[in-house]
């Protein structure tokens, strides 16, 4: 069974930075196309990035140009490093398998306010 685990979440000033971080076990991680989505209080889950196994990286325009995906294949782990916060990035932040959809971690909260 597929476990996933993020962290890295909190509290930052508008244009401040985090990283967040995803634990994944139970799979092949090495080939997965991993993404990160986001969800905002009485909104729907949103797709915000995604990375292929072979490196390839596609954002949300939202966020382009101010978040990097990447991953560690051996540590079976993917990172979101957010720069350049805004308020509307405020949101519960999860990943999961791009196109095969495993069960929902419990997410991260990234609150951005001054």
């Known amino acids: 069974q597929v476990q996933l685990v993020e962290s890295g979440g909190g509290l930052v000033q508008p244009g401040g930075s985090l990283k967040l971080s995803c634990a994944v076990s139970?799979?092949?991680?090495?080939?997965?196309?991993m993404a990160w989505y986001r969800q905002a209080v009485g909104k729907q889950r949103e797709w915000v990035a995604q990375?292929?196994?072979?490196?390839?990286?596609y954002y949300a325009d939202s966020v382009k140009g101010r978040f990097t995906i990447s991953r560690d294949n051996a540590k079976n782990t993917v990172y979101l490093q957010m720069n350049n916060l805004k308020p509307e990035d405020t949101a519960a932040y999860y990943c999961?398998?791009?196109?095969?959809?495993?069960?929902w971690g419990q997410g991260t909260q990234v609150t951005v306010s001054s």
């Open positions: 999961n398998n791009r196109y095969q959809q495993w069960a």
């Open positions: 139970g799979a092949t991680f090495s080939i997965a196309y």
């Open positions: 990375l292929s196994s072979g490196g390839s990286a």
